[in-house]
């Protein structure tokens, strides 16, 4: 018996996939955040303030908690892999 007939994906892996189809299909994570809107979430996230950074998110583009949630946390990787190149 396959795992996928019985189960489905878990609902942040959902959640996750709906967040790239909807905001990063056509261009990268990089570009997306690197617009000027985007620039208070990108600081918050730089600071480790991923609440507030989800805040922030959501004020800009009126995304529910669970996008986010996604995009504040992409926005620390970013942050994270600009520290380490």
Known sequence: MKLYR?????SAARDAADFVLGHLRERGAVDYFSEERFNP?????RHGAWSEAAKEYRSITGAGIKDSVIAAEIARR??????RR
């Open 6 to 10: 019985i189960f489905r994906t878990p």
């Open 41 to 45: 979430v990108i600081e918050l996230a």
């Open 78 to 83: 970013i942050v994270e892999d600009d520290k």
